[in-house]
């Protein structure tokens, strides 16, 4: 059985035309952010849901996370390519460049972070060492590749409770406990993925420098950054369901 797809976008993705009708799913914990939608990548169809809500009104600390997934997963969801925007802390990238990173640290908290929040005598504690599908991740590496499009191959993604953003002193604390990628929505996202048994892997768009590293402000540089590291991840993208 080939593996079916979903790519979980965030801000300014959610122009992705449905090739179907979407699917309208109701969850276990509650309605996911928005239907799902399949679209058509050439001779793929991959399963799409805006993370933020089709109307982008969900920041980070809102969103079900346990229904986007469940709901995925549901609809037949094996695997899913998680892309979300970044603050770059170290060196190994600049804003307008992409990232597949290999590791996470959680820094949000009051989210419901667990498939497991009733008792259930078949909980699991999943292994999340690796908290990336090592096969997946290397498949997108591949594909950007093969579009020739410059994409990073690890660093350590750490997950702050948002919606603002970090002050100076928490970005020298998370470059302290050696994060290279800021963001506020790989976690719970990652684990409960896992705890699902669904593939999962980050296609990190970098949009800015993280707080106290650039010299111009956050915002500017998110405006000037982000269309280059979206259309680099739009064209892997493509050449990884083969339509590039
Ligand atoms: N911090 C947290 N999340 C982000 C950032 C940032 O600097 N940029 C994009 N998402």
Same mark, same amino acid.
């Given at each position: 059985?080939?593996?079916?797809?979903?790519?979980?976008?965030?801000?300014?993705? $959610?122009?992705?035309?449905?090739?179907?009708? !979407?699917?309208?799913?109701?969850?276990?914990?509650? !309605?996911?952010?928005?239907?799902?939608?399949?679209?058509?990548?050439?001779? *793929?169809?991959?399963?799409?849901?805006?993370?933020?809500? *089709?109307?982008?009104? #969900?920041?980070?600390?809102? @969103? /079900?996370?346990? =229904? /986007? #997934? $469940?709901a995925l997963k549901d609809v037949g969801a094996h695997?899913? &390519? =998680?892309?979300?925007?970044?603050?770059? @802390?170290?060196?190994?990238?600049?804003?307008? %460049? &992409?990232?597949? !990173?290999?590791? @996470? &640290?959680?820094?949000?908290?009051?989210?419901?972070?667990?498939?497991?929040?009733?008792?259930?005598?078949?909980?699991?504690?999943?292994?999340?060492?690796?908290?990336?599908? %090592?096969?997946?991740?290397?498949?997108?590496?591949?594909?950007?590749?093969?579009?020739?499009?410059?994409?990073? *191959?690890?660093?350590?993604?750490?997950?702050?409770?948002? !919606?603002?953003?970090?002050?100076?002193?928490? @970005?020298?604390? #998370?470059?302290?406990?050696?994060?290279?990628?800021?963001?506020?929505?790989?976690?719970?996202? =990652?684990?409960?993925?896992?705890?699902?048994?669904?593939?999962?892997?980050?296609?990190?768009?970098?949009? /800015?420098?993280?707080?106290?590293?650039?010299?111009?402000?956050?915002?500017?540089?998110?405006?000037?950054?982000?269309?280059?590291?979206?259309?680099?991840?739009? %064209?892997?993208?493509?050449?990884?369901?083969?339509?590039?």
């Amino acid at each position: 059985m080939s593996t079916l797809y979903a790519v979980i976008v965030g801000s300014g993705f $959610e122009a992705f035309v449905a090739s179907a009708e !979407p699917h309208r799913v109701h969850t276990r914990f509650g !309605p996911p952010s928005a239907p799902i939608r399949p679209v058509r990548f050439g001779d *793929d169809t991959a399963l799409v849901i805006p993370r933020h809500g *089709d109307d982008h009104s #969900l920041p980070p600390h809102l @969103i /079900n996370y346990r =229904a /986007n #997934l $469940e709901a995925l997963k549901d609809v037949g969801a094996h695997a899913v &390519i =998680a892309l979300n925007t970044v603050g770059v @802390i170290s060196a190994i990238r600049e804003p307008g %460049q &992409i990232a597949v !990173p290999d590791q @996470i &640290i959680d820094y949000t908290w009051g989210r419901e972070h667990t498939i497991y929040g009733e008792p259930d005598p078949d909980f699991d504690h999943i292994d999340f060492t690796e908290p990336f599908t %090592q096969r997946l991740r290397a498949a997108l590496l591949a594909a950007a590749e093969t579009a020739g499009v410059d994409c990073h *191959d690890g660093g350590v993604y750490a997950a702050t409770q948002g !919606p603002r953003l970090e002050s100076a002193a928490e @970005i020298d604390r #998370l470059e302290r406990d050696g994060a290279d990628f800021v963001g506020m929505t790989a976690m719970p996202e =990652a684990s409960i993925a896992m705890e699902l048994g669904l593939e999962y892997a980050c296609l990190s768009l970098v949009v /800015n420098k993280a707080a106290g590293r650039g010299e111009m402000p956050i915002h500017a540089d998110v405006e000037s950054s982000t269309l280059s590291a979206k259309m680099q991840a739009m %064209q892997v993208l493509k050449a990884f369901f083969g339509s590039g």
